[in-house]
């Protein structure tokens, strides 16, 4: 961690151990409210006693404050009896509060002169609305995913049931590195994105990229999913929504399950309509098996002293995406290279009669074994212990533009979570909490079946394909791990909560790796070669992390108001441990030694988080909710690779190539860097080289106060408890955030051995076509081309984007939503949400082009990567989203239930690959560098979208008591109940086809058809 890392730690500690706190990162919740006598005079001194099963040590008790107020912290999500007692008064019992994750109950008590052994014992509904905390969150329970059509259990359940969170949730519960998004573009909630991934309040993600969740889910083990989405408090460091898994624990009683589910292709539709086969998807989706098995048990070692859990699963799919196919043509056999060749190059023949078999399609699966015991160690500590061992496959490619033998494939194993944490409420207002865990996941690609070593990947940048192989390989080993530890103080009376406590985070990245054939991909252009891709592997990249929160949150109860107030002190510490690369096989390059950086980045933060919840009424049932925070980014060791010098080295390179004899082999000698044969130079000499102009990264970014990419976010809501059964939440939600892993506000990267003058304006016609607007034709301009004697210079620095201009981004968002309790189970709940983004970056860095278009960094001698408007406002129609679910119990003991979403379609992007002949009449010369075309979009964004998302999801279900505790829940589940064939809004890899030429918006990704799942849960 370093000298200051370690000073910071110690000094958390001390003010852990002097400073009163409350409660902890878990989310736990609680119970508080005023107790008076009949008089209406507060009553001080009250013994107030809260019990549930859910408590190993079976009861919670305080004692109301002067003002006559309680609170009662720490509580696990159960149905709690609240016991209230005082000499000279009659007991009072309130029955049947129900508790969720994160929810404190209002629940107040009037006591009547009389004697303690009268008891008045009152049944009322729990409440609704939480007047006192200003966080929003969707809870989902155990019972709520049992009951619903929820299939295969993943965490991306809740994005199914919350309105404004983007994505689409498959059926067969896809792999996907955030939930609600991608692993590089995720919007995450209201324009925000760093969706962060805990279980009992500790971190479960990996070091890959920002920190994706590779440890998958067991959803037997769930108790409750809670989302936060805004009002974060002080407690936790996040940028964007926060989803916590709330894990089961044994009880005095031995409880258990056994889950079966399954569902084949004999079970399913067909979605294929003909207006997808006019835009040249053949086929649809097609599920070959889901499965999910489990099996849980828990129940005591030692009576209301020990407890266990465990709980096995396997569960994953084969499925046949739509349009994506085996390559028929891939043996060496059918090469359109010579015999003998040293890299094979295959054509790409779609093989769309492949017999079916085991790994048809995409394959996915995963198993997990996992233990908890919860252990009463005295009766003022408990401590809880989790040990889960998973492997896991996410194998196959899920879009047509990337064949089988391309797909990102990969196994996890192994992957492991380990976590102890430990509570002891020491007196009824103080209490302190520790946790610690680990999240290892080791993770590793192969070779998919028929491809070789000499196999070359293929890019074709007109198709908008890629095939033949991956260009490189990662594994072997690929550890990426991540550690952390959790303690804070509660100090806890009836009107006032104050907290502080340390949270600590350590990662380790060790990734290995190596290329495919010799090291060298191709680039084609409609099937012509044009260029030859040369990498400097194999190579370890190594990164390390060490981060520090300290915070301090205090809660005040002033009559009907609560103010929440909370700082948090943010430090990030980035590094890279000294480097030894061997000499690579191909003789390119030497041996390499790198020393070990540090401060990369070195950034510290002071982050406010405030909030006041108003009770309107003061009856516990109308909550005014106002809350503004200030959030970090995300990150884990991806700034760290950036500055790792293996990154800064240039370990791919770029060369022309024409192909002449059109034997599809670069004819001359790779290893000679100059111009020959059929090979035009390489377009970065510093290949390979520790080299000084390669990327730098300013001071003025790596360390210091406030240079994190942070937002601000603000929301006001209104909560109402229209009745016992109904309660309503609007909101006014804004924050100014939108930066997600290489897309930062706060930075730029300007090449300073160029400036605005070495650029050279042109524009280009757009083709004529009937699909484009007004039949294509008009003109595209503003873009420019660098001057050719400037062309491959390089030295990059990245630096404040505020010396340049301004990066403006704006999300604001209006939500309705409400939650339905009925008596006998029926249960209703969903959202409507809406809103309109603003990303302005309309500044000059480097060329002109950036005050109509942003383009990514440019890798000299390539074609330059696709380009994007510099302004670019998504509009409400573009993200507004309607999502219902419920359940209803008929006679008999049959219940149906369904969820329903409603999204915007996905935007409509044309990426033109022109030519250097197309360019060259308005550029007055052929584009530098011997570059062979670039990317220009042709219609303007946001403005174009595919029809609105439409899915239903409906369940049948039997219930059948074959005794008091021991029952069999049979369903019938029916997914896509519509046979919707929308094309997938948000769909990992893309929706459509973005380049355009003969395949251009041809779906990528539709919903699968409606299909039919089968499922029996016994539990006792």
């Not at 129900?98 to 729990?126: P, Q, W």
């Not at 610690?436 to 590793?444: D, M, P």
């Not at 952390?484 to 600590?504: I, L």
């Not at 430090?571 to 000294?578: I, K, L, S």
């Amino acid at each position: 961690m370093g000298r200051t890392g370690v000073r910071l730690a110690l000094v958390a500690g001390v003010m852990a151990l002097l400073l009163p706190g409350a409660v902890s990162a878990q989310q736990t919740s609680g119970i508080a409210g005023l107790v008076r006598d009949a008089s209406g005079a507060v009553l001080p001194g009250v013994t107030v006693e809260a019990s549930s099963p859910a408590l190993i040590e079976k009861m919670r008790t305080v004692v109301t404050d002067g003002e006559g107020r309680y609170n009662i912290v720490d509580l696990r999500p159960g149905t709690y009896t609240v016991t209230f007692t005082l000499p000279g008064f009659r007991g009072f019992r309130r029955e049947g509060i129900e508790l969720t994750s994160g929810f404190t109950a209002t629940v107040n008590a009037e006591l009547a002169v009389g004697t303690l052994t009268e008891t008045i014992t009152v049944s009322g509904e729990s409440p609704l609305v939480d007047t006192q905390n200003v966080r929003r969150q969707n809870i989902v329970s155990n019972e709520l995913l049992d009951v619903l059509p929820t299939s295969n259990k993943h965490i991306n359940t809740v994005v199914t049931l919350t309105a404004g969170f983007t994505g689409l949730a498959d059926v067969g519960g896809q792999y996907t590195c955030q939930i609600g998004g991608g692993c590089s573009t995720s919007e995450g909630f209201h324009g925000k994105a760093g969706s962060k991934v805990n279980i009992d309040g500790m971190g479960m993600e990996n070091m890959a990229g920002v920190g994706n969740s590779s440890y998958q889910l067991n959803a037997a083990v769930v108790e409750e999913l809670v989302l936060q989405t805004s009002g974060i408090s002080a407690d936790t460091n996040a940028d964007g929504p926060v989803l916590n898994i709330i894990p089961k624990e044994g009880a005095n009683i031995f409880s258990g399950s056994l889950l079966g589910v399954y569902s084949n292709d004999a079970l399913e539709s067909d979605n294929l309509t003909d207006e997808l086969r006019a835009r040249g998807l053949t086929t649809s989706n097609t599920t070959l098996a889901i499965w999910d098995k489990a099996v849980t048990l828990g129940g005591p070692i030692v009576r209301d002293r020990l407890w266990f859990f465990g709980a096995a699963r396997a569960w994953g799919y084969r499925r046949i995406h739509a349009g994506v196919f085996w390559n028929e043509t891939q043996d060496p056999s059918f090469a359109l290279t010579p015999p003998g060749a040293q890299r094979i190059v295959v054509p790409f023949t779609p093989w769309v009669d492949r017999p079916l078999d085991g790994r048809s399609g995409r394959w996915q699966w995963t198993q997990s074994f996992l233990g908890r015991l919860t252990w009463q160690a005295a009766e003022k500590h408990k401590v809880n212990l989790t040990f889960d061992t998973q492997e896991a496959c996410n194998c196959g490619s899920t879009s047509s533009a990337q064949a089988h033998e391309e797909s990102f494939s990969y196994r996890f194993d192994p992957n492991r979570l380990y976590q102890v944490a430990w509570s002891s409420p020491l007196t009824d207002r103080l209490l302190f909490e520790a946790g610690a865990g680990g999240t290892i996941s080791h993770w590793h690609q192969f070779r998919m079946p028929g491809v070789t070593p000499n196999h070359v990947m293929i890019r074709d940048v007109g198709r908008g394909s890629t095939s033949g192989a991956r260009e490189t390989y990662i594994g072997h080993p690929n550890d990426s791990d991540r550690y952390s530890e959790r303690f804070s103080v509660s100090y806890v009376t009836g009107s006032h909560a104050f907290k502080t406590g340390f949270d600590m985070q350590q990662g380790v990245l060790n990734t290995f790796t190596q290329g495919q054939a010799g090291d060298v991909s191709y680039t084609f252009l409609n099937g012509v070669p044009i260029g030859v891709n040369q990498f400097a592997t194999p190579y370890e990249l190594q990164g390390r992390f060490n981060e520090l929160g300290i915070y301090a949150q205090d809660q005040w109860k002033i009559d009907r108001l609560t103010l929440n107030l909370g700082l948090r002190f943010d430090y990030f510490n980035g590094w890279v441990p000294a480097q030894h690369i061997a000499a690579t096989p191909s003789g390119w390059l030497p041996e390499r030694t790198f020393d070990k950086v540090t401060g990369v980045p070195l950034w510290k933060d002071i982050n406010p988080r405030l909030g006041a919840a108003y009770d309107l009424l003061g009856d516990g049932r109308t909550a005014l909710k106002v809350s503004l925070g200030r959030y970090v980014r995300k990150t884990g060791v991806d700034i760290a690779n950036e500055n790792n010098p293996l990154t800064t080295s240039v370990n791919r390179v770029a060369r022309a190539w024409t192909d002449a004899n059109r034997n599809y082999v670069p004819d001359c000698d790779l290893g000679n860097f100059d111009a020959n044969g059929e090979c035009a130079a390489i377009a970065n000499r510093n290949f390979g080289k520790n080299n000084p102009l390669a990327t730098r990264w300013s001071d003025e970014v790596l360390s210091g106060w406030g240079v994190r990419d942070s937002n601000w976010d603000f929301s006001a809501e209104l909560q109402r408890q229209v009745s016992s059964w109904l309660s309503v939440t609007g909101g006014y939600y804004r924050n100014n955030g939108g930066y997600y892993f290489y897309d930062s506000k706060t930075r730029v990267t300007d090449n300073l051995a160029v400036g605005p003058e070495d650029y050279d304006p042109y524009c280009i016609t757009a083709p004529r076509d009937p699909r484009l607007p007004g039949g294509g034709g008009y003109q595209v301009c503003g873009l420019y081309d660098i001057k050719p004697e400037k062309f491959g210079l390089v030295d990059n620095l990245v630096t404040k984007a505020s010396d340049y201009g301004k990066d403006k981004r704006i999300n604001d968002f209006f939500s309705v939503n409400f939650t339905t309790r009925f008596a006998g189970g029926t249960q209703f709940g969903g959202g409507f949400d809406t809103g309109r983004s603003v990303k302005d970056r309309c500044f000059v860095v480097d060329s002109p082009e950036q005050l109509t278009f942003s383009r990514a960094v440019l890798v000299p001698g390539a074609p330059l990567p696709p380009i994007d408007f510099c302004h670019v406002v998504r509009p409400f129609k573009a993200q507004t989203q309607v999502k219902l679910y419920g359940s209803l119990p008929l006679p008999g003991d049959f219940v149906v239930s369904g969820a329903y979403q409603n999204l915007s379609g996905p935007e409509i992007v044309a990426d033109y690959p022109a030519s250097t002949t197309e360019i060259a009449p308005s550029l007055g010369r052929n584009l530098s560098g011997g570059v062979r075309s670039i990317v220009v979009p042709l219609l303007e964004p946001q403005k174009y979208f595919e029809d609105r998302v439409t899915r239903l999801d409906l369940r049948v279900s039997k219930i059948v008591r074959l005794t008091a505790r021991l029952r069999v829940q049979l369903n019938a589940d029916a997914y896509n109940a519509l046979n919707s064939s929308s094309i997938r809004s948000g769909a990992a890899g893309g929706a459509i086809n973005t380049t355009f030429g003969p395949r251009w918006r041809q779906p990528l990704q539709i919903l699968d058809p409606r299909i039919f799942q089968f499922s029996a849960l016994v539990s006792f």
